[in-house]
């Protein structure tokens, strides 16, 4: 704060945003599968994790892209 020219008194504030997850980024929300196993009983998780798509990311594509989705540009 000390190099900011102007002190835009009581107009800042900063807010701290965490990365989106590579769900969050292909648009299958917050949660992923951990909503369906959370809800689900025990002995079904071994059910509905092999139901769930073999869909494995390259962890280098994911780090060249970021973490925060594209800023909309007018």
């Known amino acids: ?4 020219l102007e002190s ?3 107009r800042a504030s900063y807010l701290t945003f965490c990365p989106m997850t590579p769900g969050e980024q292909r ?3 917050r ?3 951990w909503e369906e196993l959370l809800a689900a009983r025990d002995q ?3 059910d509905l994790l092999a ?3 073999d869909d494995a990311l390259d962890w280098r594509e994911l780090a060249s892209c970021g973490g925060f989705p594209t800023p909309p540009f007018n």
């Open 31 to 33: 949660g992923g599968g």
């Open 44 to 46: 079904d998780w071994l």
């Open 8 to 10: 835009l008194a009581g």
């Open 27 to 29: 648009g299958l929300g």
């Open 1 to 4: 704060m000390r190099q900011v």
């Open 51 to 53: 139901a769930q798509p």
